[in-house]
Each structure stands twice: as C-alpha cells, then as structure tokens.
DNA sequence: AACAGAAATGCAATCGATTGCATTGATTAA
DNA sequence: TTAATCAATGCAATCGATTGCATTTCTGTT
C-alpha cells in the first residue's frame, strides 16, 4: 500500500482555488483573513488530513519552538521531577521538550549540545555533569544569544538565569539537626567540589559545625562521585579513622544508603551508633530500613521555574538587563536514620 | 554585544570562490569532490564557525535523523534503561532521540504523537500507556509509513515490530516460586487488562495456579493501575476477604511494596503470614524490608534491540515482509518477600 | 596536437511555509 | 458619480541545504 501523500498548503489551496499565503494565514488565525474563508480552509485542511510541515517553517521562521534540556542522569527522581515541571510549562505555552542525558560524562555533554544547537532548539535548560569543568560546548549557545537556564548544577561564570536550591542552607540544617540530636563528631561524605552545589553543601555543614562551637575532622571530610560504589569506599575509609564518627551527612542519598547498608551489615547501630542524614529525598529514603533523613528540593517548581525564565526570554528579542539566580527553598526531612529514639 | 551572524555554506562558497554545490558535498564527503578542495573547504568551515542548519537540510531531504520515544514514565526504572539502551545504539548510528511521557495519559500520548509526527522523526518507539484503547493517533505513522516500534506496552493488532519480554513465563515462574514455597492459595493484584502484558501476567499466574491443580480464589485477583494507592484499596480488599490468601504476585513491585507496608503495619509478617512475588526489579525493592522477589525484565536490552529494528527499517525504503515479535527472557530474582524461612 | 573520456565543479530547481508589498474588490464619503 | 478608504487576497522572494543535469577542466591516448 502505498503511503499517503504528504499534504501541503500548496494542495489546500488548489482545491480552494485561492492562493498559498491566504490559506497559510487562514490557518495561523491572521485576523486579515476574512471569517468565512478561514473556516473554508480549515475544513478542508482537516478533510485533506493536512499537517504542517514543521521543518519548513522553522526554517523560514527561524525558531523552532523547542526546548532542549540536558540533564545528567533521567533516571534520578530530582532530575526527572524537574523535566515534568518544564515540560509543565513548556507545553501549555506551545513548545516541545526535547530530553537528553550525558551520563555525567563531558563528551556527551558536549555532543548532544551540539546536536541540540544545529537543531535550533531556541533554548537550553541544563544542569552539567560531574566532569565537565570546561564550557566551550555551552558558548555556542551565548554567541549565538540563544536563551540558556541552569538549573541545579550551574556554572557561576557564565551569565545566565540560574535556579538552583539553597544548598548551603539545606547542608547547614541538616548538620545543625545531627548536632541537636546530641552529635559531636559528625563526618561529610561529599561530592566533587567543582560542582558549586557540592562546595556549598560543604560550607554549610562546616558552617554549622563551627558554629555549634565543634570541631571538624579533616580526615572525615571525603570527596567522590557520590555513587553506591564509592559510598561504600567512603564509609569503610571512615570507619578506619582514629575518631571514630557518630553522625554523617552525606551530600546524597545514594551514598547515605551506601553507608546504612554498610553499617548494618557491620552491626553498628543506625542511628543509635551513628546517625546518618542523606540529600535528594529520593523515593528510595523513605522505604530502607531504617529510613533515611534527608533535605527535599523542590524539583517540579524549579523545572517550571527554569522553564519560565527560559521562555519568557525566548520571547523578547534583547538580552535581559541582568540574570536572576533564584534559590528556591529546602526542606529537612527528619526519618529514623537520624532520630534519637 | 552582537550574536554571531549564521554561516551558510554560501558564505563559504563566496569565500573560496567556489560554488555551494562543491561546499556542500565536501562536507558531506562526496566522493566526487577532489581531496584538495575538500580539505580546503572543511578548513574553512571549521574557521569560521559553521554550524550546518539541520532544518534546511532535512526540509530538503525529508529526513530528520531524529527517533522519536513515547513511554509512560521516564521516572521508572525500567523505562529509563530501555532509553539508555536506545539511545545507545542511535547515537552510533547517528540519530538523536527525543523522549517524550504520556504520564499514561491517553491525551497526552496523542498530543505528543501529533507533535513527533509533525516534526517529522523518521521513525517511532513506543509503549503505550494505561488508558490507551484508541490508535488513530498510532495510525498516523503507519498511513505515512513511518516506521514504528513497540516495546513491552503494544499493540497487537497494529502491524509493527514488536520488543516484549515473555510476561506470560515470568508471571508463571513466580507464581510456581511461590507454590514451591508451600503456598496453595495465592491471590494476585493485576493491572488493567487492555494491557497485553497485565493479561499475559495474569494468565502466567493462572496456568501455574492450575498446573499445581491448586484453586483460584476469582474474589483475590483484582484489576487496578498498580499506583501505591491502589496497591493500598487492593491488599485491604484482599484481607477483607474469607479465605486470607498465604502468597499474592502483584504485577509490579510499587503495589507489592504497598502490600508489604500495609501487612507490616497490620502485624501481618511477610514472608512467614503472607508471601509476595513482584514484577519489574525495581531498584527500591532490594532495599525494603523485607526486600521483594522479583522478575527482572532486560530493559536495556531491549532498547538497544527496539533501536536496532527502528533504524534498519527506516534505513530500507520497502516496508519489512514481516514484522517480527521478539521476546525477551525474563528471570526470578528471589529475596526475602517470598523466601521460606 | 587533438580528442575521447573521466573527473571536478557549477547551475538552478526544489523542499513547504512565511511575509512584505502589491493588487483587487467593496464600501463609504463627498 | 468619483475618489478615497479599508478589507481581503495574491505575488514572489526567502529561509539553507541538496541534487539531477550541464558544463568545465583534466588526463591520457593516438
């Protein structure tokens, strides 16, 4: 069976007998087109089975009313809350989204960004991966004065809007919180610190450790790439230190879960022994035994935020006058990993 | 400060003096362009900045290069892995791959099939979601022929290539998992039967039942869309019930697991009361307590093989003789939900 | 030196929708 | 009745890359 021709404008208005530029009017609402003949059109382009060809109008238009978003991983509960909340927006103001994932590897990172941008995408929301520490994948984008957002893992350098969530205060909570529960010696299980949102984290337990008048152990301050594997490397280095800890806050929940698991297998008591407080409020925190203290970020409002800002931009045609970075709130979610009983 | 102007092969034909033909096909490696001009042209290109405009060309060519991905969540893990499985074997092949989730809406699914539909992706992948009953928006592509695949979630009466995992065995293995535990009246929590691979479950639950020449209790086996609510309504419905049942296989893990909170709250012990079998492997049922016995399904496998399908298809400008069904085996992974102790 | 044949390059139409600038036709005012 | 005005429609160029066909430039042969 032969495939059905492809309907163009061209066709409609053969039929109609009337030319090309009216119908493409009639169908895009162009009040110049009279009540009549626009509904002529837009019937018989539903008979005909018409459907824009996107393609040609993007190039004529020179937008394609596409949202790229790159993020590092779908599969983290964070992340995709976020591309729900720009999809949220994005599709109720007409644009596509168009999702990738770099692993957390730059050289992905830098492909689908090039993809992205010979596809015209008029802007990219993104949140960078561990690696990337250098940006000439992301130039293309300013050169070329398209829109760009950062959401979470942003790069302070590069003038852009930028959502991201108060990890500072987050971290600051949830230390102060081990420390209210009795806590003196409270060890960090931390990411990468070319990535702010893992500097900051830092600060803050630093912060409220100092200014709970405690001391910090250097030994038990440990950076890696957060995974299950390298929680467990972190928490077995820990339990060999001098000193041993009595509370840890880990910048994720992963490594969190990577050091309860441990633990229990060890036979130290979580939280009685030491007490564990994670980051992310993945689906998981709530489920393990015990369950994992944790700081819940409000991913789907940041995506429709970035989501916002991104668009808004996209629409006027000059640069904005400054970048807002908007730090939107965390919360401390109190389970048992942490609680005294 | 000014964005940079786009550079057209044109621009790079007046700057060497050449035609947009010759820049077109060096850079396209046309072997009709002598080696020197090409290396000369590329040199060119990479000075000044060109950046090859995707839409002009596929205008022309009527090719997108692009794969078009419509799942229900990309926040499942099994969803997610056949995305990094298809994306894997695209991105060799040079494709990008737009993902898109239905959220299982029936609406949204065919908002977003219009959307890839109009943007012209050569080709489709996907699983349909819950309510889907109704394939105009499914009939779009195969009128045009554009080549479509399904995985796990299909349609059975749509002429495609089709990716599933052998639902049927693996309901049935669990089901004789749990016979084998010395259970004889095993109840199920299914999903809604519209779906092929609840119905193949079911019916994999059912053959084992009988095969063992045990009962089935018609009142213990009840039909919902497996959310950890509706898990909720059905473990209190089936405890309601007259004869308590001693094991229940759920079609997936998010309502075993809301089986297994509600039987822990109750002071119901799982394994020893009631034993439970889920479906999926997702990564929160190794951590729970007790943690569930599973069917692990190949999801990234099954990306990469549903990819694999789509590009030669849309590789080859005649329709496939056949269209091929291709199961993938499924495995029982056992743990402490369904473990006599 | 002349020419066939091959190799390299150029010309111009094309993909389908959009849009600035006419042009047509109808309506109104004088 | 005629000029002026406005509403509705059409013309044709344009976006940038591709490609069938024509043309030019080489190469080798006699």
Redo the contacts with the bound molecule.
Sequence with gaps: MAPKP????????KK?????????????D?????????KKIKKAAIEMG?????????????RTNTIGVIVPLINRHFFSSVISGIEDVAYKQGFAVTISQSNDKLEKESTIAHSLFSNRVDGLILSIGMETQSYDHLKLFSERNIPLVFFDRIVEEIPAHKIVVDDFGGAYRATQHLIEQGRKKVAHIGGPLNLQIYAKREAGYRKAISDAGLQINENQILHNSLTRQDGLNAIKSILKTKERPDAIFCANDTTALSAIIHLKERGIKVPEDIAIVGFSNEPFSELVTPSISTIKQPGFEMGQKAAELLIKQIGSKTKPKAYETIMMETELIVRNSSQRK
């Design positions: 492809e309907i163009t404008i061209h066709d409609i208005a109609l007998n009337i030319s090309a530029s009216t119908v493409s009017r009639a169908l895009k162009n009040p110049l087109i009279s009540e009549a003949t626009r018409y459907r824009p060809n996107v393609m040609a109008a993007n190039l004529r238009t020179r």
